[in-house]
C-alpha cells in the first residue's frame, strides 16, 4: 500500500470528509483492521482563501507545490489536493513532484462518462463555475456543461464559504440549493457535479431528481484505488 499525500484544510471540514472516506474504502477493500496510510499537511485554509479570492493564483501554486514537495519528502506515493477550487494549479503542483497527482476534475469526467451522461450542471465556488479548468476536463470527454446564471453563482459561494466551511448547514441554504438544480435540470442537466469538496454536507443523492456527484467520493475511490496498485 502507498503512502497517500493529502494536502488538506481547505476546508478542514472538508478534510475530515476525505480522511473518513479514505480510511473506509481502504477498509472495504483489504478488511480486518486494514486503514490508509496518510501524509496530510493541513493549511491554515484562510491563506490559500484569501490568494485565491485576491486572484493571486501564481502564489497558491508555489504554496501548494510546497506542501507537494514536503510529501513527498515524508514518504507519499500518491498525491491529492483536498480541495476542488485549487485544482485550477493543479498542473503546477504536479510538476513539482516526481509523484503522480490524481486530479479530482479527471475523476469525475470519469465517472459521468461511465454513467453515460451528455450534459451535466456544475456547482461549486464562483471559480469553479466561471473558469474553464473543471468544464473543459468534462468537455474533453463529451460532456457539456451548465452552470447557474450569475446571481445564483454568488448565492452558491457564499453558502459555501459563510456556512459550510464553518460546519454550518443550514436548511434554507439546501432549498437554495435544490431550487437551483432544479431550474438547471429543467434546462437540460442529466446530472449535478458537486464540485466543492464542502457541498456534500448539505446535499445528498436522495434529495436530488437526477443522479449526484460527489467529487469528494469520486476522488478519494480514486485515489485509494492508485494507492492499492
Not at 84 to 104: E, F, G, K, M, Q
Not at 156 to 175: N, Q, T, Y
Amino acid at each position: 500500500m502507498k503512502t497517500i499525500g493529502l494536502i488538506g484544510g481547505m476546508s478542514w471540514e472538508a478534510t475530515a470528509l476525505y480522511y473518513q472516506l479514505l480510511n473506509h474504502a481502504v477498509q472495504q477493500r483489504l478488511g480486518g483492521l486494514h486503514s490508509a496510510k496518510i501524509a496530510m499537511i493541513s493549511l491554515d485554509f484562510e491563506e490559500p482563501a484569501g490568494l485565491a479570492r485576491e486572484g493571486r493564483w501564481d502564489d497558491l501554486a508555489l504554496l501548494l507545490s510546497d506542501a507537494a514537495r514536503k510529501l513527498e519528502r515524508a514518504g507519499a506515493g500518491v498525491l491529492m489536493i483536498g480541495a476542488n477550487t485549487a485544482h485550477r494549479v493543479a498542473d503546477a503542483v504536479a510538476a513539482a513532484v516526481s509523484i503522480p497527482l490524481v486530479h479530482i476534475c479527471d475523476c469525475t469526467a470519469e465517472a459521468v462518462r461511465a454513467k453515460g451522461l451528455t450534459r451535466v450542471a456544475l456547482l461549486g465556488t464562483r471559480y469553479t463555475m466561471e473558469e474553464d479548468f473543471f468544464k473543459d476536463r468534462l468537455v474533453k470527454c463529451g460532456v457539456s456543461v451548465v452552470i447557474p446564471g450569475p446571481e445564483d453563482r454568488e448565492r452558491i459561494h457564499r453558502i459555501i464559504l459563510d456556512e459550510l466551511v464553518l460546519g454550518r448547514v443550514e436548511d434554507p441554504s439546501r432549498k437554495v440549493c435544490l431550487d437551483i438544480v432544479g431550474q438547471l435540470v429543467g434546462e437540460g442537466a442529466e446530472g449535478v457535479v458537486l464540485g466543492c469538496t464542502e457541498l456534500p454536507l448539505l446535499l445528498k443523492p436522495d434529495d436530488c431528481p437526477v443522479p449526484l456527484f460527489d467529487t469528494t467520493q469520486i476522488h478519494a475511490l480514486s485515489v485509494v484505488g492508485r494507492a492499492l496498485v
